[in-house]
C-alpha cells in the first residue's frame, strides 16, 4: 500500500479541478446592453422577461417570478400557497438552513421529517405520520440535484389538501421522469447564489403551472401591485424582491452553457458512482430510475455503515484533502440547530424536538460531500478522485 499524503508520501492529485464561474464574451456583451440600455433594475424588464420565459421552457413550466434570491423565492412561494403564520411546514432536516429560514421569516413553522437512508432525500412514507390539521404545506428539497419522490408526495399532499413545494435550489437540469423539476408541484423554487449550478452571483426564481399563483407570487415579490394595475395601486402586502436586469443578462449567458454543463455532471457523475461502488467501505447513493436526469451540484457518497462507526468522518476529509481532493463534511440537521429551534419557540412558545436519526447519521457519520464543479472535467479527474478514495479507505 502507498503511504498517504497525510504521513508525507505522494499525493494522489496536485492539479486543480476545474474553477467556477465559467463565462466569456457573451456575458461581458450581455451585461454592457443593460448598462447602456439605462434600464438597470427590476421594472425595466427587458432581459427579465426573457429570463423569465427561457429558465421556464427550460423547466418544463408555464409561469416563472424572478426574486432577489433562492431563501426569498421559498418565502414568497409559501405565501403564495397561502401558507400564514403559525401554519406547519413539513420538510428534510438534511437541507441548507434556507429551507427553514424561508418559513420563519414570517412565521410558518418547519415540521422536520427524516430522510431515506439510501438517498438523503425526505422520506414520504413518514410524510403522511407528520401531517396535523395545522399542515399547510410540504417542501420537497431536491438535495444535491437529485429530485424527491415527486409522485408519492403529491398523492399525499392531494389526500390531505396540502400545497408541494419543490425547493429546487440545487436543481437546474433536474428531471423526474422526463419532466424539468419545479413546476411538478405547485411551485417551486430555484436559487442563482454563487455556488450554483445557474449563477448569477445572487438570485432567484419561482415556477409554477398556475396562473393564479404565478400572479400571487409575482404580487407579493413586486410590493403587492397587480399585473396590468397602476402604480400605486397595492392590493396585497409585498415587498421589493425584484432581481435586476443585470442579473437576468448574466444569467441568459449562463443558460447558453447550461445543456453542456448538465450532461457533463450527469456523464461524470455516473461514472463516479460506477467507481466508487468498487471501493471497500463505499456505499453510492441510490437513484430512483424516475429521476431521468440528476443535476449534481453536489456529489454525495456514503461511508459503509460498518466501517462509519470506527472511524471519525472528519480523519477520512483530512486525508483526502491531502490527497488533493477537497471534500466536504457537509449538514448538520436542521432539527439539531440551535438557532432553528429557538426561532421556532419564538413563534409557538413551545420547545419542539424531532427525531431525525437518519439525518443525523449521515451528518456525524457517513455522508462526504463534492462540489459541482469536480464533475466538470474529464475522466482523469474522476479516476484521481476513486484513486483517493481507494488509498484512503485501505489506509482504515
Ligand atoms: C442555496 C439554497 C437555498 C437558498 O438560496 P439563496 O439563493 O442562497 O438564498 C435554499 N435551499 C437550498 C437547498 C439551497 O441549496
Known amino acids: 500500500m502507498s503511504k498517504l499524503a497525510v504521513d508525507g508520501g505522494q499525493p494522489v492529485r496536485t492539479k486543480a479541478f476545474p474553477e467556477w464561474p465559467i463565462y466569456g464574451e457573451l456575458e461581458e456583451r450581455l451585461l454592457l446592453e443593460v448598462l447602456h440600455s439605462g434600464k438597470w433594475g427590476g421594472t425595466g424588464r427587458v432581459k427579465l422577461e426573457e429570463l423569465e420565459q427561457k429558465f421556464a421552457a427550460y423547466q418544463d413550466a408555464k409561469y416563472a417570478v424572478t426574486v432577489v434570491n433562492g431563501t426569498v423565492g421559498i418565502s414568497v412561494a409559501l405565501q403564495a400557497a397561502g401558507v400564514q403564520p403559525g401554519d406547519e411546514v413539513i420538510m428534510p432536516p438534511y437541507t441548507f438552513i434556507a429551507t427553514a429560514s424561508a418559513a420563519l421569516l414570517f412565521g410558518a413553522i418547519p415540521v422536520f421529517v427524516d430522510i431515506e437512508p439510501d438517498t438523503l432525500l425526505l422520506d414520504p412514507e413518514r410524510v403522511e405520520a407528520a401531517i396535523t390539521p395545522r399542515t399547510k404545506a410540504i417542501i420537497a ?65 419561482i415556477l ?3 396562473q393564479a399563483l404565478a400572479d400571487m407570487a409575482w404580487s407579493i415579490a413586486n410590493v403587492g401591485r397587480v399585473r396590468g394595475g397602476a402604480w400605486y395601486q397595492h392590493e396585497h402586502i409585498g415587498w421589493n424582491y425584484r432581481m435586476t436586469e443585470f442579473q437576468a443578462a448574466i444569467l441568459l449567458g449562463q443558460m447558453t452553457r447550461l445543456d453542456e454543463q448538465v450532461a457533463r455532471r450527469e456523464r461524470n457523475g455516473l461514472l463516479l458512482t460506477e467507481m466508487l461502488g468498487q471501493i471497500d467501505g463505499i456505499v453510492p447513493l441510490q437513484r430512483a430510475p424516475e429521476i431521468t436526469r440528476h443535476a449534481y451540484h453536489l456529489y454525495m457518497f456514503k461511508l459503509a455503515p460498518e466501517v462509519a462507526d470506527r472511524l471519525d468522518k472528519n480523519d477520512v476529509i483530512a486525508k483526502l484533502s491531502a490527497e488533493g481532493i477537497p471534500t466536504s463534511y457537509g449538514y448538520v440537521p436542521l432539527n ?18 424531532f427525531s431525525c436519526p437518519v439525518s443525523e447519521r449521515a451528518s456525524d457519520k457517513e455522508v462526504i460531500w463534492l462540489t459541482q464543479n469536480m464533475l466538470l472535467g474529464d475522466e482523469s479527474d474522476l479516476e484521481d478522485i476513486a484513486n483517493a478514495v481507494r488509498k484512503v479507505m485501505a489506509s482504515y
Do not use: Y
Not at 186 to 195: E, V
Open 141 to 205: 428539497v431536491h438535495i444535491a440535484g437529485a429530485p424527491c419522490r415527486l409522485d408519492r408526495l403529491k398523492e399525499i399532499a392531494a389526500k390531505h389538501n396540502i400545497r408541494l413545494i419543490e425547493d429546487a435550489a440545487q436543481a437546474v437540469g433536474a428531471q423526474w421522469n422526463g419532466t424539468g423539476v419545479g413546476a411538478i408541484g405547485d411551485l417551486g423554487t430555484f436559487s442563482f447564489q454563487s455556488s450554483k449550478n445557474l449563477n448569477s452571483g445572487e438570485g432567484g426564481m
Open 208 to 210: 409554477t403551472n398556475d
Open 336 to 353: 439539531k440547530n440551535e438557532a432553528v429551534l429557538s426561532e421556532i419557540r419564538k413563534w409557538t412558545g413551545e420547545d419542539r424536538t
